[in-house]
């Protein structure tokens, strides 16, 4: 099932864009190599007939262009994965394939043109009308690669280029285990498509052109790898007038002619213009530093839930001696600046953002699709549902790749802090004995083969994507260190040289990012767990990975479910485990154990989705809150393993592929935001969180619980106070609350309200009765919402949600905005809150942002109690 975008979103510009460049993203065309006999220079010459080629995808992958001519079924659907070859069974030329591109270009006098490649896999042959570019193997998965093509452009302009792209060696061995036999991190590629715990093996190991082609043309010289600091001293608040703040610029100059250049390099920011004179020798590349900008009064960049994600636009250019601009780079500045400290209370690492601490709400990234289909569009709707989450940073995983320019720009746009994998991962690079791998721990210690690629190609990535404000940290890799001599040149020499301004964690779990001294109690826990474990079980005091389960709704399943598949898993409380269907289990499900039973047991797949919900609303927000109330004491801050896939994944997730958000979102949304009111279970201590820059003055705390027919109880208001980046105990409720639900359960409402009487914070806990059971719920009366609903301006809707007095609440309504002729759900679609609970007599609303359809879509509202409505916009 291909999953279609309905969205235009306004997106930074991309980091850096020359005089003239332009992609090569359509037209390409492409035969497997065992059809083809000819040599490149023959195929690359335009006389060539390329008669009976098929279509290709570039950006692309073999699989994603076989996928595209209909010759494999999706792989993200059902069982179909296992009815496509896999590389290892069927050999490394089945998946090696020829790329051809016929495009139009020609150089003019003085003029140079590029030909570049940002990302191929695993290792290629570049030819261009007849000429083979590459005089060495080009190889390595994260390498740019760049070619001056000016003097093999054909004169009338007609060009054709070949490439020819290799899988890599080994693909590893599929065997179940993580990364297959582990074999595919001898290879300066991605781990996870040899299988993982979370994903099936991608057959072709993405073996294509899988990142841009591009065209650029400029003068003499060639602006490359610009780089920009900011320096914040001091301790900045995100208002008010800014003492000022430093930038440093760099940027390699090339020339690539036979005669010396001379000229100047200039930098333009916030109206002010910096100038170089530079003469570069004929066929060299230079780095050149400007002089240092000080910038006053600064608009800052601050993570989510801080501040503004402010940035500068950049432009650097390089003007010849005649006056003629020969290269111009554009970029977006984020003035901030990054620092670490040891917390001697925690025994782990505190970050802070221009002189402020900042607790770590964090979610580990794996990689947008598995198959390498990245947008612009997608990238940005996934970190968009970060920043909804009340996350501050995004940990890109070991097993996966260096992310791309565009992710990091909507990293920017939304204030994620990233932390930076570089590539390892301790289940294929030897941290633990492993039976499923074809190595033993001494040989896979030193993967990959060629270290000296490994180094090259992260001086490379490096250069990519150090001027994001959002990257915060690079990390070794996950759960090992690097080989020693590949982590010494990135600690010490490489990355001091290239960026010099963000911390270097040697792996994801390091005693230098968290004093690991709690003997059993380490990352984690995982899967499944009681609510109040989050709050009592101490874990390591930076968590780079604690997480649960993440079942979406029906729809969901329906999307890469076939019918006959959609089979309630069946959980046994003498055997604790769940009996589930193939699909279920390909698909990695792993149990919800006995967290559903106490809401009755499900009657069919849809009710197994709904209930599912309350227990990833519950799980997540227990997760943050847990962690939150001992943040500064236990915790510096955590990292949720995880909170997206790739495919089609049934775990660890906050949204689907198809990027439909479920329960897990919005519980997180709830337990991380900024200021918060929240109940702790374990001593039954109403808490606030504070995790802003603000002293929180003048606030009432209203404590009320709900029976299941709607009657309130008062238990206590206070008007309260917080100082910033806290969290304190208020109010203990336990006594009370437990006679009040003993019987049915009762729902327990906490509210922050400022003096205009407004909530500031809300949180709604539905209690189980004495027993453990949820039996009121399961016996609640029905409650009528009253639905209007009202277009605020195109793309974006208002619906207000009414539960009328005498009615019981309102439990835990799912709002979807559905298309109007299927009346299935758009996506992506953003909403300031979802399973939203209305108390009696009260009412709440929720906006709702979209991308514009033709026909109006409609609003549908169904709800634990509330029977499905669905409803026209203005009516």
Same mark, same amino acid.
């Given at each position: ?175 179940? $285990? ?93 109206? &002010? ?98 198959? #390498?289909?990245? +947008? ?31 992710? *990091? ?104 990012? +968290? ?32 997480? +649960? ?37 390909? &698909? ?28 990833? *609303? ?18 510096? $801050? ?19 592929? *198809? ?9 997180? &949304? ?66 009370? #609350? ?79 905005? =559905? ?7 758009? =996506? ?29 879509? #409609? ?17």
């Amino acid at each position: 099932m291909l999953f279609r975008f309905f969205l235009t979103l306004l997106c930074l510009p991309v980091l850096s864009v020359a005089q003239t460049t332009y992609e090569l993203n359509s037209g390409w065309q492409c035969q497997p190599i065992a059809r083809v006999k000819d040599a490149g220079t023959v195929i690359s010459s335009p006389s060539y007939s390329l008669t009976g080629w098929q279509p290709a995808v570039v950006p692309g992958t073999v699989l994603t262009t076989m996928l595209a001519n209909k010759q494999v079924p999706d792989p993200f659907y059902g069982m179909n994965n296992k009815l496509i070859p896999d590389i290892y069974h069927i050999g490394r030329d089945y998946y090696t394939y020829w790329f051809v591109k016929e495009f139009a270009e020609k150089a003019d006098a003085g003029e140079q043109v590029w030909l570049n490649f940002r990302g191929i896999n695993y290792s290629c042959d570049v030819f261009l009308n007849g000429r083979k570019l590459n005089d060495k193997p080009y190889t390595g998965m994260f390498l740019r690669k760049s070619f001056n093509i000016t003097s093999l452009l054909a004169s009338k302009g007609t060009n054709r280029l070949a490439v020819i792209v290799y899988p890599p060696d080994p693909v590893g061995n599929p065997n179940g $285990g993580q990364g297959g036999d582990g074999t595919i991190a001898r290879t300066v590629s991605h781990q996870y498509v040899a299988g993982w715990d979370w994903i099936q093996p991608i057959r072709d190991r993405n073996t294509g052109i899988w990142d841009k082609v591009t065209i650029e043309k400029t003068g003499a010289v060639q602006v490359k790898n610009p780089h920009v600091v900011t320096l914040v001293p001091g301790k900045r608040q995100p208002s008010g007038p800014q003492q000022p703040a430093t930038v440093r610029v760099s940027a390699e100059l090339e020339n690539p002619t036979a005669t010396h250049q001379t000229g100047t390099l200039t930098y333009t920011l916030d109206g &002010h213009t910096l100038t170089k004179t530079v003469t570069l020798n004929a066929r060299s590349t230079t780095t050149v530093d400007l002089p240092a900008l000080t910038l006053t009064n600064p608009k800052l960049w601050w993570p989510n839930g801080y501040g503004q994600q402010h940035v500068y636009p950049m432009t650097i250019q390089f003007k010849a001696a005649n006056g003629a601009i020969s290269d111009i780079e554009q970029l977006n500045v984020g003035v901030r600046e990054i620092q670490t400290d040891w917390n001697t209370t925690t025994r782990s690492r505190q970050i802070s953002v221009n002189g402020q601490k900042v607790f770590i709400k964090g979610g580990n990234w794996i990689i947008s699709d598995a198959m #390498l289909r990245f +947008s612009p569009e997608r990238y940005d709707a996934e970190v968009r549902f970060h920043r909804d989450m009340n996350l501050n940073l995004v940990r890109i995983w070991g097993g996966a790749l260096s992310e791309r320019p565009e992710f *990091y720009q909507a990293c920017d746009k939304y204030g994620l802090l990233v932390m930076q994998d570089f590539w390892g991962s301790g289940d294929c690079n030897g941290r633990w004995v492993d039976p499923m791998k074809k190595d033993d721990q001494w040989t896979r210690r030193q993967y990959p083969d060629d270290h000296a690629l490994f180094l090259t190609s992260a001086s490379d990535q490096i250069k990519m994507i150090r001027n994001h404000a959002s990257l915060a940290m690079w990390c070794g890799g996950n759960e090992i260190t690097l080989p020693q001599d590949i982590m010494t040149s990135l600690r010490d020499s490489i990355l001091p040289q290239l960026d010099g301004t963000r911390w270097f964690i040697d792996y994801s779990n390091s005693d230098d990012m +968290s004093f690991n001294f709690l003997g059993g109690n380490g990352d984690g826990p995982y899967g499944i767990q009681p609510v109040r474990k989050f709050w009592e079980y101490r874990t390591w005091p930076f968590n780079s990975e604690v997480g +649960s389960v993440g079942v979406g709704d029906y729809e969901s399943l329906e999307r890469f479910m076939p019918t006959e598949n959609r089979v309630t898993p069946l959980y046994s409380k003498e055997t604790k485990r769940a009996k589930v269907d193939s699909v279920w289990d390909y &698909h990695k499900y792993i149990g919800y154990d006995g967290a559903i039973a106490p809401y009755g047991e499900p009657t069919d797949a849809r009710d197994f989705g709904k209930k599912a919900q309350l227990v990833n *609303y519950d799980q997540y927000r227990a997760l943050m809150e847990g962690f939150t109330s001992h943040m500064w004491d236990w915790y510096t $801050g955590t990292i949720i393993w995880k909170t997206q896939n790739p495919w089609t994944a049934l775990r660890g997730q906050m949204y689907d592929y *198809y990027l439909d958000p479920n329960a897990c979102l919005y519980g997180l &949304h709830n337990g991380s935001e900024p200021l918060h009111i929240m109940f702790n279970p374990v001593d039954s201590m109403v808490m606030v969180a504070n995790n802003t820059f603000t002293f929180q003055r003048d606030m009432m705390m209203v404590i009320k619980v709900y029976d299941m027919a709607g009657k309130d109880s008062t238990l206590t208001q206070v008007f309260s106070e917080i100082g910033p980046t806290l969290v304190r105990p208020y109010v203990p409720i336990g006594r009370t #609350l437990s006679a009040l639900a003993r019987d049915k359960g009762a729902f327990l409402s906490l509210r922050l309200l400022d003096l205009n009487k407004k909530p500031i914070s809300e949180n709604l806990y539905w209690l189980p009765d004495a027993t453990g059971t949820y039996s009121g719920l399961q016996q609640m009366a029905r409650a009528t919402v009253k639905i209007a609903t009202r277009s605020i301006e195109k793309g974006k809707v208002e619906v207000t949600l009414t539960n009328p007095a005498g009615n019981p609440v309102a439990f835990f309504n799912r709002l979807s905005l =559905l298309d109007p002729q299927t009346k299935k759900r758009l =996506l992506p679609v953003f909403y300031s809150d979802n399973y939203v609970s209305v108390l009696p007599g009260e009412q709440k609303t929720v906006i709702i942002d979209y991308t514009p359809t033709p026909n109006a879509p #409609l609003v549908s509202v169904e709800g634990w109690n509330v029977p499905e409505q669905t409803v026209a916009i203005g009516k």
